[in-house]
């Protein structure tokens, strides 16, 4: 009786780190969603651009150019959710919804590297081959990178970058990417606000 009792004041405690762990990551994500959807937004943006032909809109083409140019990983960071998972308390979990979401939390530690890895592929193998050829990319990069490096160098012909197929499809993926991405977050964050409203009630009745 007293190592039950024992276990479950360990749990309780654990829940009660795990409850405002899973607050702060709640908030990153709803940052890093709002991040990944401007990327979105200028994907779409700039297919729409490239679909009119309309080279009056070579500017703003410019301007969006930076979202492609980008390989931005998916992370999750819960120290303590991981440290209870491996101390095998889950066995100790009664809620089933509950322990179902903690082990889809081991199951996005697994996948998110794999899903970053993919990213990273396209990136190498596409993305930065291309603007090495034909995109200057000081000039056009994302404004968080903007400010370290010096813009100059020789022009871009971006009028090639119409009635291109090769780019077309770069900007295409990087969009399905995006979208995945985004899919990912919203899973995540619905994870996570179902997990803090459970463990509150566990709280609420120990």
Known sequence: MNTNRKTQSTIINYYERINEELKHEIETQKSNRVAFQDLANK?????????????????????LL???????????????????????????VENDSLKLEFNFISKMKEYLPIHNDIKKLQYVNTIEPFFNKHINYSHVAHELYKDNLVIGGPPTNYEILFDNMEFWN????????????????????RSFEFMNREIEKELKNN
């Open 170 to 189: 770069i900007v295409t993926f990087r969009l399905e990417n995006i979208t995945s991405d985004l899919r990912l977050i919203d899973r995540i964050i």
């Open 66 to 92: 930076g979202a492609t140019a980008t390989g931005w990983e998916l992370n999750i960071t819960l120290p303590v959710s991981d440290e209870f998972i491996s101390s095998n308390y889950l066995t100790e």
């Open 43 to 63: 994907s779409i943006r700039t297919l729409n651009i490239l679909n009119t032909n309309n080279k009056d809109s070579i500017f703003t083409l410019k301007e």
